[in-house]
């Protein structure tokens, strides 16, 4: 399949920093995703108390949604203005401390504990930082990584996921030569293979 031109498009950490200092973010959903409603019971699986990861997270209000239903919300977001709009928005209190093991990054935590937001580079996360989780809700992130680094994206995903893990991946589809993303075009192909 072709991607067209987006093959070899980059999005710098400036950029996207740059769209959240000036208010260009039309992937965020203020009512949240339909879509994660359609599917949480796939999500869930009927299980309560679950770990479940946003990668890419920015504000999304669904973090609060899971959190309101008793399970443990971890979040990456380049966006330090994302993660404290997030926690004001809500009204939640929180604390804020550095990661030691990544310079320069600091975790953002209820002060009721079950939403952590780390302010770092996604890359630089592992599962000796964050731990496993059980559930990963993939809004925009796969589609938000560069072309060139999806393999490593992708393996970071699966490294952080227990074994009875549900992932739920939201994609967009189009003609990836009429629009150079992000979104990025990740044919239904690349994800099978991607993922395995």
């Not at 879509?35 to 504000?59: A, D, E, T, V, W």
């Not at 979040?75 to 330090?80: A, D, M, Q, R, T």
């Not at 999806?150 to 967009?172: A, F, I």
């Amino acid at each position: 399949s072709d991607i067209g031109s987006q093959k070899e498009r980059v999005v710098t950490e400036e950029e996207w920093l740059q769209k959240w200092e000036m208010g260009n973010i039309g992937f965020h959903k203020e009512q949240g995703h339909p879509l994660l409603q359609k599917y949480m019971h796939i999500l869930l699986n009927g299980r309560s108390g679950l770990r479940i990861f946003f990668p890419l997270c920015g504000k999304a209000v669904e973090m609060k949604w899971l959190a309101d239903m008793g399970h443990s919300v971890v979040g990456v977001e380049v966006s330090e203005q994302a993660v404290k709009e997030f926690f004001s928005e809500h009204s939640l209190p929180y604390c804020e401390e550095p990661v030691p093991e990544i310079p320069g990054a600091k975790m953002f935590q209820s002060t009721s504990g079950n939403i952590s937001l780390y302010c770092c580079s996604i890359y630089d996360l592992s599962s000796s930082i964050v731990g496993k989780f059980d559930g990963v809700w993939d809004r925009g992130a796969l589609v938000a990584v560069n072309p060139c680094d999806r393999q490593r994206y992708v393996s970071l995903m699966v490294n952080l996921m227990e074994k009875s893990s549900s992932y739920l991946l939201v994609t967009v589809s189009y003609d990836p030569n009429k629009h150079k993303g992000p979104p990025f075009y990740v044919p239904e192909s690349e994800i099978k293979s991607l993922f395995g």
